[in-house]
T-cell receptor, first 113, second 109 residues
Framework: NAGVTQTPKFQVLKTGQSMTLQCAQDMNHEYMSWYRQDPGMGLRLIHYSVGAGITDQGEVPNGYNVSRSTTEDFPLRLLSAAPSQTSVYFC????????????FGQGTRLTVV | DAKTTQPPSMDCAEGRAANLPCNHSTISGNEYVYWYRQIHSQGPQYIIHGLKNNETNEMASLIITEDRKSSTLILPHATLRDTAVYYCIVRVTLGKLIFGQGTELSVKP
């Protein structure tokens, strides 16, 4: 049981490049979400999904796209990377029900130069 | 989702109980209180949650006041490995956690 797996762990991009951060979970969780964490700050919600085919915006969605074609995968796309998107990105998943805790991946550390 | 207020930092002696407070005065009747912690920039780790009653698991205890406007996370015998940032979150919307700044707990020998 791998839990929540994020790839890659580290990435350096040039300004204007695009890329996709991968997130996969093997727990059959309905809910998945993406967060970013800047140095010394708490986590901020980017996008989330309540099931396959359903996504919604979080606190800081600009510059990012998501889709949810399967229950297991929830990729995050950076359309045109900017230095302001340098951050650590975390993916999370959880079961249905308010009484469910979320499981987080170990993060992707992204630097945009 | 209700807003939470936590002290920015706390210290605790190793082996003693760590009591981390959280205010959530605007909490609604159907909102749960969740606690997570983040150790040294790793992914956040779920600790415990509750609605009305006090809760206990292998990691911690959660005490929620009768009016539900505040809660306390208790680590009964803190160790150096409990040094982390602790987040109190109140939510009703499924799949959507809004993190505040949290409390940075330092457990000292």
């Amino acid at each position: 049981n791998a839990g929540v797996t994020q790839t890659p762990k580290f990435q350096v991009l040039k300004t204007g490049q695009s890329m996709t951060l991968q997130c996969a979970q093997d727990m059959n969780h309905e809910y998945m979400s993406w967060y970013r964490q800047d140095p010394g700050m708490g986590l901020r919600l980017i996008h989330y999904s309540v099931g396959a085919g359903i996504t919604d915006q979080g606190e800081v969605p600009n510059g990012y796209n998501v889709s949810r074609s399967t229950t297991e995968d929830f990729p995050l796309r950076l359309l045109s990377a900017a230095p302001s998107q340098t951050s650590v990105y975390f993916c999370a998943s959880s079961y249905t029900g308010r009484g469910s805790g979320a499981f987080f991946g170990q993060g992707t550390r992204l630097t945009v130069v | 989702d209700a807003k939470t207020t936590q002290p920015p930092s706390m210290d605790c002696a190793e082996g003693r109980a760590a009591n981390l407070p959280c205010n959530h005065s605007t909490i609604s009747g159907n909102e749960y209180v969740y606690w997570y912690r983040q150790i040294h920039s790793q992914g956040p780790q779920y600790i415990i949650h509750g609605l009305k009653n006090n809760e206990t698991n292998e990691m911690a205890s959660l005490i929620i006041t009768e009016d539900r406007k505040s809660s306390t996370l208790i680590l009964p015998h803190a160790t150096l490995r409990d040094t982390a940032v602790y987040y109190c979150i109140v939510r009703v919307t499924l799949g959507k956690l809004i993190f505040g700044q949290g409390t940075e707990l330092s457990v000292k020998p």
